[in-house]
């Protein structure tokens, strides 16, 4: 009976600690202090939103299983965002705005500053090891402004505060102010395709100008079952599945260059008119298929091949849709060499003519 008392006290403590820490929350937005920028721990960053004065804004989620989105819909680029979270930690202050200078920099972070917010997982009861009640707060709010003059710092201002200060980044030879980007295209993952061999059902390769070219691999638990040619339905004979494992394995990890989706409407209107390069297609275990299609870019510096002679198109790169067609990118044969095979590649003893990109056909 003694036992329970102190178990109902017990309770009763941590209630009361908890209403507390909930009333103090609810009007204490971020910490007092008009200088502290840092984020102490980045593991527990929830989420993060910037926005700026021209109506550019971005919001970086972290799912459950650790990795990013950007504004709900795109994965993040996890190097960029590991970058950003490793400013946030390790940025210091090197001292205020001198006064002569104050009212100048209020005024230019008011116009032009980045408003960053910073949401944590926390806990309104986190004594002695004890953790309760976790939810997602917003902990910090404070405006990126330009470089100072030296360009080796950055203007910063806490929300709610008319004290700005000069931070830096300690090993940085230059200003933060870039990693705050508000434009989506810099948070943008750029995978086309992230998937193992075990995970494919099937991968098509269509080359409509040389339909010839064309073929299906079919596989059975990561297992080849078929390689049809897809002019006539047949089996390829005389098939060297190394390099037919070869291709498989180039969807492992490959991705595009950069986006285009601004380029000039004229111009990717007459590219998109065309037809095709090669168009590929893969299927996975899910049933998820991921089209790519592929165009040829003019060969606009005059670029020769192992004879000598001028190349009607860009030996290096191509323009591509990916992402369901919403996306008009560049990507490199260099680094889609491997998916970009002819039916031919695929028979024994096959070598690809002279000194010209594999993929380039």
Do not use: C
């Not at 998820?288 to 290096?316: A, M």
Request: glycine share 4%; net charge positive; no cysteine.
């Amino acid at each position: 009976m003694k036992k329970n008392k102190y178990i109902l006290l017990l309770v009763i403590l941590l209630a009361v600690a908890a209403l507390i820490l909930f009333l103090t929350n609810s009007t204490t937005t971020f910490r007092s202090s008009t200088s502290d920028f840092a984020v102490s721990d980045t593991s527990i960053v929830t989420k993060i939103f910037m926005a700026d004065k021209n109506n550019n804004s971005v919001k970086l989620s972290r799912k459950e299983t650790g990795s990013w989105v950007l504004d709900d819909s795109y994965a993040a680029l996890k190097f960029n965002v590991d970058l950003m979270l490793k400013t946030m930690a390790d940025i210091q202050v090197k001292a205020p705005v001198a006064l002569a200078a104050h009212n100048t920099i209020v005024k230019h972070l008011a116009v032009n500053g980045v408003k960053v917010e910073i949401y944590q997982m926390v806990y309104r009861i986190d004594v002695m090891g004890i953790r309760l009640f976790p939810h997602e707060k917003l902990t910090k709010v404070y405006y990126i402004g330009g470089a100072t003059p030296d360009n080796q710092a950055s203007y910063a201002l806490m929300e709610n505060s008319e004290e700005p200060f000069v931070i830096y980044l300690p090993g940085l030879r230059g200003f933060v102010t870039p990693r705050y980007s508000t434009i989506e295209r810099y948070w943008r993952d750029l995978t086309v395709f992230r998937t193992d061999i075990e995970a494919i059902r099937s991968a098509k390769l269509e080359v409509p100008g040389n339909p010839e070219y064309s073929f299906e691999v079919q596989l059975d638990k990561g297992r080849l079952r078929r390689f049809t040619s897809l002019i006539d339905n047949k089996q390829l004979p005389g098939l060297d599945t190394a390099k037919v494992l070869n291709f498989l394995s180039g969807f492992r990890n490959v991705n595009f260059e950069t986006f285009l989706n601004d380029m000039d409407k004229h111009i990717k209107d007459s590219v998109l008119s065309s037809t095709p390069f090669i168009i590929i297609s893969l299927t996975d275990t899910l049933n998820k298929t991921t089209i790519v299609k592929t165009y040829h870019k003019p060969n606009l510096f005059g670029q020769k091949d192992y004879q000598g002679r001028v190349l009607p198109y860009d030996p290096d790169r191509l323009y591509a849709l990916v992402n369901d067609g919403k996306d008009f990118v560049l990507i490199q044969y260099f680094a889609f060499n491997k998916i970009l095979r002819p039916k031919p590649y695929f028979l024994k003893g096959f070598k690809m003519p002279g000194t010209q990109p594999e993929g380039a056909y």
